[in-house]
């Protein structure tokens, strides 16, 4: 059985909403990037598997999507685009700092490869700049990135904010996508350049 569909059955038999929830599972197991109590910004959210798995691991969770999410208990949604000026206000108005902050926002995949990892490195930076405004000193930030010419810079950017950054794809990926997750921890507001 092909990857996706292993972990689309297994979401399905376990109550995820997504596959992508194994992802997150597998990230957190690996790097401890959620624990018990810890306040979490999920950018990019809907259908709300990585949600559901931050709520089970006993974080409380603020999650924002374009799309409509249905509820989760634990979880308070914004309906909302991470790209404008004003989800931050909003982002805000219910909490100003979080102990992780996490992303698995990406763009409608259009087939012209160029536009779409451009998109997805656009989106990558949009959660970095939240992530820096929402970050507690020391908090941890996990955002997904598709390899290609803008991918480089951009990963010499964020891992300068981090104690330990890592490039990580869990075996939830699908095998030959170029997806990777940048894991970042131990935030750091002012890195020297
Ligand atoms: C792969 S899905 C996320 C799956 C989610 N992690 C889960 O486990 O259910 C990517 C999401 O990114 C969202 N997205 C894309 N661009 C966005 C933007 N500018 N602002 C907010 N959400 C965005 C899409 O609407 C989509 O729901």
């Not at 399905?12 to 992508?20: D, L, M, N, T, V």
């Not at 790209?83 to 108005?93: A, D, F, G, L, N």
């Not at 929402?134 to 908090?139: I, V």
Request: hydrophobic fraction near 35%; glycine fraction near 8%; aromatic fraction near 14%.
């Amino acid at each position: 059985m092909k990857t996706q569909d292993y972990y689309y059955w297994k979401a399905k038999k376990e109550g995820y909403r997504s596959r992508a929830a194994y992802k997150l599972l597998q990230i957190n197991k690996k790097f401890g990037i959620i624990k018990k109590d810890y306040h979490i910004l999920d950018l990019g959210s809907a259908p709300g598997g990585w949600s559901q798995v931050a709520v089970e691991l006993g974080a409380k969770v603020v999650a924002v999507d374009l799309n409509p999410m249905k509820e989760i208990n634990g979880v308070i949604f914004i309906r909302g685009d991470i790209t404008s000026e004003s989800i931050r206000e909003k982002i805000r108005e219910i909490k100003d700092k979080f102990d992780a902050v996490i992303s698995d926002a990406s763009p409608k995949i259009t087939g012209n490869w160029d536009l779409d990892q451009f998109l997805s490195i656009e989106l990558a930076r949009h959660a970095f700049n939240i992530a820096k405004e929402f970050l507690k000193p020391g908090g941890n930030f996990v955002v997904k990135m598709f390899q290609g010419s803008e991918f480089e810079k951009a990963y010499r950017e964020f891992r300068r904010y981090f104690k330990f950054k890592k490039l990580h794809s869990p075996p939830a990926s699908r095998k030959r996508s170029a997806e990777i997750y940048f894991i970042g921890k131990g935030f750091n507001p002012k890195p020297k350049n």
